[in-house]
């Protein structure tokens, strides 16, 4: 069954239009309060967002649309996604609500839902959710039964004693200069407070947002500003972290960035030789061939999952593993948190630096990746991945890789594009198979 809302990330769209506007949004509210309220005690929701202009106006939409159906609604304000998880769970909230669209500019708006549990939800319960949004929730709450709204105004206080938690209590940051990018977005005040109070000298960049600069030409995806404030100011190494502070990217003292791949595999080889690693690790279909060999040398086995930080994460609660991610720098340490949190992660990062009191760059190339090459190619209509020609095309790209790389062929879950990934040893290689592959699905669209 398609959905007509939820994507492989919660609902996201351009802000004040469908489905990112006040009617559709209270709709989601109603739906959600009613699928959530289940027995006969007072239920509350929070909620919490970004920096993005739009987000007074969904906070409201979605703080009417609970109320009316008997929720108490705790507003956390801005503070980032892992924070809105945690205080959903550390406050037995029966529902949270995040209010952003991650890494996307500031005309893009989002919501993500957590179960009472602190976890993202099931397909299964967004197309229940969807079923309700359209088919109606039925009976609201009576007059008297009308949900309260409260500011909880120490949230961001718990988070980041939460998240200081997660550092060993045998190190300090002391003698370590950070630059850390907060992308103008929900961690523009926790990170630097967090990276502070642990002991480090803190250059903060972008935390100044104005509702319209998020994620503008700084964060973890336009780590430019990062690597070059790095550079400016001698620092040892520079943390970014994109919108909604669930993914990190990393730059070393000489301004070189780090991937999520390279963090992954810095934080496994860490923890398996200090026997705190669980289980296998986890990554997408997109994450580099180097760092699965790199783990196999290790004795580390690696489960691949479809793209999506939930996807990774449920893949990790049913194999008992406590490492996972995305080479876009989402990082799952389930040890500490119920999804990806870029400032949790960073400590990780930094807690190896400072036990083996290395520079970042010593540290930073645990692997040598394999080349990639990522090529988007758009299409008017249709499924040109089911045309012959094009199943053709992948088996001849297949056949021609010879099990010497990898080749990743999806749809993406937002725009009509296909998004053609390979990888191999030998460069040529790559462009040739892409090429032909590209080539057919142009021709069947």
């Excluded at 769970?89 to 893009?108: E, Q, T």
């Excluded at 296998?280 to 279909?285: E, F, K, S």
């Excluded at 036990?355 to 190619?377: E, T």
Aim: hydrophobic residues 45%; glycine residues 10%; charged residues 25%.
């Amino acid at each position: 069954m398609s959905r007509r809302y939820f994507g492989t990330d919660g609902i996201r769209g351009t802000a004040n239009s469908a489905p990112i506007e006040v009617d559709t949004v209270l709709r989601l509210a109603l739906a959600a309060g009613a699928h959530f309220r289940r027995g006969g005690h007072r239920h509350r929701v929070v909620i919490g967002k970004d920096t993005r202009l739009s987000g007074y106006m969904l906070e409201n939409a979605l703080t009417a649309g609970f109320s009316a159906m008997g929720m108490d609604v705790m507003l956390l304000g801005p503070l980032p996604t892992p924070a809105v998880a945690m205080l959903t769970r550390s406050m037995r909230a029966d529902v949270g609500v995040m209010i952003s669209a991650s890494h996307n500019p500031y005309r893009d708006n989002g919501i993500k839902l957590f179960g009472p549990d602190g976890y993202k939800l099931s397909d299964e319960t967004e197309t229940e959710i969807e079923r309700l949004m359209d088919e109606g929730v039925g009976d609201r709450a009576a007059p008297e039964d009308i949900g309260r709204a409260t500011r909880i105004d120490d949230a961001a206080g718990r988070y980041i004693e939460a998240v200081k938690r997660t550092f060993p209590e045998d190190l300090s940051l002391e003698g370590l200069k950070v630059v850390v990018d907060c992308a103008h977005g929900a961690a523009y005040k926790v990170a630097p407070i967090v990276l502070r109070e642990l002991g480090a000298t803190v250059v903060p960049i972008a935390v100044s947002p104005n509702g319209k600069n998020i994620n503008a030409h700084c964060g973890a995806t336009s780590p430019t500003a990062m690597c070059e404030s790095v550079m400016a100011h001698g620092a040892d190494i520079g943390l970014a972290l994109d919108g909604d502070a669930d993914r990190l990217i990393v730059c070393d003292e000489h301004g070189r960035v780090v991937d999520g791949d390279q963090l992954m595999a810095l934080i496994a080889d860490s923890w398996s030789a200090a026997g705190l690693l669980r289980g296998d690790v986890v990554a997408t279909v997109m994450s580099n061939l180097g760092f699965e060999r790199f783990l196999a040398g290790r004795n580390i086995g690696l489960v691949r999952t479809k793209v999506g930080d939930r996807y990774v994460v449920d893949a990790m609660r049913s194999r008992a593993c406590n490492l996972g991610g995305e080479q876009s720098g989402h990082i799952v340490l389930s040890d500490y948190a119920t999804t990806g949190d870029g400032l949790i992660a960073a400590l990780q990062v930094l807690a190896v630096a400072a036990r083996q009191d290395k520079a970042m760059s010593a540290l930073s190339r645990v692997f040598s990746p394999v080349p990639q090459k990522l090529h988007n190619v758009r299409y008017s209509g249709g499924k040109p991945l089911d045309a012959a020609p094009v199943k053709r095309a992948i088996e001849e790209a297949e056949t021609t890789l010879n099990g010497s790389g990898r080749l990743v062929i999806r749809p993406s879950g937002t725009e009509p594009v296909i998004r053609v990934m390979a990888e191999a040893d030998d460069p040529a290689l790559i462009d040739q198979v892409i090429a032909r592959i590209a080539a057919a699905i142009e021709a069947a669209a």
